[in-house]
């Protein structure tokens, strides 16, 4: 009951009002995510070496199976079996796949470095966002106090002609009441 008289009198008062920036939806998202990355942090991933091995594994055995009978048939069919060069092309074909493969690791391992460190940089930013804005809210005058200006106003025109005087302009009530919109 008091508050509503005061407010009725006095209005409400000029105040700071802290208002959340996220849905309680968008919240739950953010707070979800800022635990994952916490616990990535944590743990260490896979690298893209590990991940690969099977890939890895698939081009040696394309190598053993289709490069070197290849290899072996050329030279066989040139009459070259028992050289050196035999040696030597097996060889450089060996070097070869594996200079590939490392290759491709490490271009793997930078993109994976390069996606979490995107990653983790994205989340810290939503983190560091702030979640709240602090609105000042302006005093809003009380039913009185809005109604109050404007009675005095007219009160102070109609008080000159209550006591028998005039206004410029104004001859009686009626003219000020046909003045005010009235009839």
């Known amino acids: 009951m008091a508050n509503f008289l005061s407010r009725l009198f006095g209005g409400t008062p000029e105040r700071l009002q802290h208002v959340s920036r996220f849905t309680p939806q968008q919240q739950d998202v953010l707070t979800n995510l800022l635990q994952q990355a916490s616990t990535g942090l944590q743990q260490q991933p896979r690298g893209a070496q590990e991940i690969l091995q099977p890939v890895f594994g698939q081009a040696r055995q394309r190598f053993q199976e289709q490069t070197i009978p290849q290899l072996l048939e050329q030279f066989q069919a040139g009459g070259q079996m028992g050289s050196g060069r035999l040696q030597s092309a097996l060889a450089k074909a060996g070097m070869d796949l594996e200079s590939q ?14 996606q979490q460190q995107q990653l983790l940089s994205n989340l810290l930013s939503m983190g560091l966002q702030p979640q709240f804005e602090t609105l000042l809210r302006p005093s809003q005058p009380g039913f009185f106090e809005s109604t109050a200006q404007p009675l005095a106003s007219g009160f102070g025109m109609l008080l000159p002609l209550l006591l028998g005087g005039t206004l410029p302009g104004v001859s009686s009530i009626g003219s000020l009441l046909s003045l005010l919109g009235g009839r």
Not at 103 to 114: D, I, K, R, V
């Open 101 to 114: 493969l490392a290759s491709l690791g490490a271009q793997a391992e930078l993109g994976q470095a390069g």
